[in-house]
């Protein structure tokens, strides 16, 4: 009975001892001599070699597209989704690790249904992408922990128009006309550079993302093999559907 | 109460302990940015506590949003906070006037102490002299009344409800809100 009674104590004691999560008190991203912190350069480098996404704001509007490169077609296409919505108002797609993409949604989403309970009002595109970019940050300050592999490129309309955001695993965010992150990045945005107009309408700009994505692409793009999002100025970010992506990809063939 | 593309809210400024009247000039009614005004009645350690920590969310609010708070908005946010303290509330019966959108539509809301709101579209009452405000304000109210109107048919609501409220009294403020800005008058009241 008496051991019993301590190895129950003893158990609990260890139990509460464990904190979720961390063990360790001190980050795992550390500088190095020269004023890097090597683990964010990973990960950008897990970045790089991820599959292509891109995004263009227009006018009137804002597009992403990705590519969605399955390993075998033995997987069902329709269960994998990446391109998510935040809200109704506001998308994001990534380049990198997956995984750590799902986290990151989920978190968003939390943050975003926070401030729509204590203001009734659809969070703004910057402050989401801030929000996001603080939690990325977090990442490579905390104990035991390492920064998320993924870049994402957020979009949205809000009081400010159609906004362009990318989050990095450093923490840092800013906006773009037009950008393109993972493989074949450097070539697309050059590609984007000559391209891109001010008073591009929404249309134009999905036509140009297809056309910049099919620049890189290996193989034969078709409506299943890319995602693609819009939104304009109805506010409610759309994901579209492979009848309406195969009309735009045949359009470009033409 | 509402007007045409204006707002107006006053009250009493009397500060009182039950029936010993401990200050005559205290406001309850503050602006929050040009488009919002924000009163509360009710206990008062607790209004003075809650203008300051609405202060410091609208504070933070405009550094980071980098924009104006709208009254809907402002509205929605009094009542999360006080339901936030739903069963230690705060002990107070806010009302948020201003003027929404482009069109400076007026709006008006007043929740209870933990946050249910109410939207209406004509004036709303609230305070020791509630029964008395609502109907005088049934009474005097009409649809569509220019800034000066307004003023006239809030003052004299404000009036008459205090004079028949032992509790209420000793001066009273009146603010109208319009595109052009906040104007606040004085009044004289019965100093009993």
């Known amino acids: ?254 | 109460m509402a007007g045409k593309n204006c707002v107006a809210i006053a009250g009493d400024t009397r500060f009182g302990v039950r029936n010993q009247t401990v200050a005559l000039d205290s406001n309850r009614i503050f602006k929050i940015n040009n488009r919002t005004l924000f009163g509360m009645t009710g206990l008062n350690t607790d209004i003075l506590t809650l203008r300051e920590s609405f202060k410091f969310q609208m504070n933070l609010y405009n550094l980071e949003e980098e924009r104006e708070i709208s009254p809907k908005t402002f509205a929605h946010n009094v009542a999360q906070t006080l339901y936030s303290k739903r069963f230690g509330p705060y002990f107070i019966t806010p009302i948020i006037a201003g003027l929404e959108g482009e069109d400076y539509t007026p709006f008006l809301c007043a929740t209870d102490l933990i946050g249910a709101m109410e939207f209406p579209k004509s004036f709303v009452v609230a305070g020791t002299g509630e029964e008395s405000l609502m109907g005088v304000c049934e009474t005097f109210y009409k649809e569509n009344m220019e800034p000066e109107e307004l003023f006239e048919v809030v003052s004299q609501c404000l009036l008459a409800a205090v004079d028949r409220d032992a509790l209420s009294g000793w001066g009273s403020v009146v603010h109208v809100l319009t595109k052009d800005g906040i104007t606040t008058k004085r009044l004289r009241t019965r100093k009993d």
């Open chain 1, 1 to 254: 009975m008496l051991n019993e009674f301590s190895n129950n104590t003893i158990s609990l004691f260890l139990q509460k001892k464990k904190k979720k999560g961390s063990f360790f008190n001190f980050s795992l991203t550390t500088f190095s001599p020269n004023g890097k912190l090597l683990q964010i350069e990973h990960a950008l480098k897990a970045v790089e070699s991820g599959a292509t996404s891109l995004g263009i704001k227009a006018s009137n509007g804002v597009v992403i597209v990705t590519e969605k490169k399955l390993p075998t077609t033995l997987i069902d296409e329709n269960s994998v989704k990446k391109i998510q919505k935040l809200n109704d108002g506001i998308g994001v797609i990534y380049s990198g690790l997956g995984p750590d993409y799902r986290v990151l949604i989920s978190k968003a989403r939390k943050k975003s249904q926070q401030y729509f309970k204590q203001y009734n009002e659809i969070i703004p595109v910057n402050i989401i992408s801030r929000k996001v970019a603080g939690i990325m940050q977090e990442f490579t300050q905390s104990g035991g922990v390492r920064p998320f592999g993924v870049s994402l490129l957020v979009a949205g309309y809000d009081h400010n128009g159609p906004q362009l955001f990318q989050v990095d695993p450093s923490g840092s965010f800013w906006a773009w006309k037009a950008t393109a992150i993972g493989k074949n990045s450097s070539n697309s945005k050059k590609f984007l550079e000559k391209r891109y107009k001010p008073d591009m309408e929404i249309e134009d700009a999905i036509n140009t993302a297809i056309l910049t994505l099919k620049e890189g692409f290996e193989g034969e793009m078709d409506e299943f093999n890319i995602e693609v999002g819009v939104i304009t100025n109805d506010k409610k970010f759309r994901i579209l559907e492979p009848e309406e992506v195969k009309d735009y990809i045949s359009e470009l063939n033409l």
